[in-house]
């Protein structure tokens, strides 16, 4: 549509897509603002779900750990009445700006895509290289030896809760792999993002207001070290003004742009050598 794109500014667009064709190895930390583009609600913010319904207790995960039968059999009493963001998660599809990215790495740009969205849709869009730091609804996680595996494939049986792990020797108790309000992040997910940010030589928020720790920190910790920032976001944000290139526009009309742009710089066009 014509409209999306007439909001782009060429120069910024130009300027990224610069960095883009020569980077060797881009990190991308993608935001709620994805998510919201393929009509999932944000929790914050102006008709956000926890602005409107208020946030969910603290204690979520004491909850669980301290029994967590009892939670299980909560959760399986709320699958049968649908809620509000269940439903938008469950229609929800991959828009083009989850597409973009998914090229964008299979054209060897993008190499590793950090996100803090439940969501699965840069999964479902093609993504490959991905660490989600506050899991991944459609998953399940063993809380002792931390596999996780897609929830069709763990049998729930009403009366023997909770599940336990199936890898050999763990019988640990399942959860969700979602992040719950007082648990903390798994280890393996932020050691794996302190990795990718600090090999990176091209650093690309997207949809982020990067003001939620840990996440906020790598884009931060790669620009500390020279690397330059790409910031496609529709709202300024506290990383706006240290960014090498800011795009003030929505993902799906920004980042197939992109692309284009990137393909032919790749091919032969002005500045790709380097
Ligand atoms: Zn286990």
Redo the contacts with the bound molecule.
Sequence with gaps: MRAVNAGLDPDAIARAADLLARARYAVVLAGAGMSKESGIPTFRGEGGLWTRFGEPPMNQYESFATDPRRWWQRRLEEAQQPNEFGSALEAARPNPGHVALAELEALGVVRHLITQNVDDLHRQAGQRSITEIHGNRHWMR?T??G?RWPRETIAIDAERLPPL?V?AN?R?VVKSDTVMFGEPIPFDALRTCELETARTDLFLTIGTSAVVYPAAQYPIDAWRRGVPLIEVNPEETPLSPIATAVIRAASGAALPRLVEEVRVRRAGGNGSAR
Aim: glycine share 12%; with cysteine.
């Design positions: 063993c002792s030896c596999a792990c890898e763990c640990g």
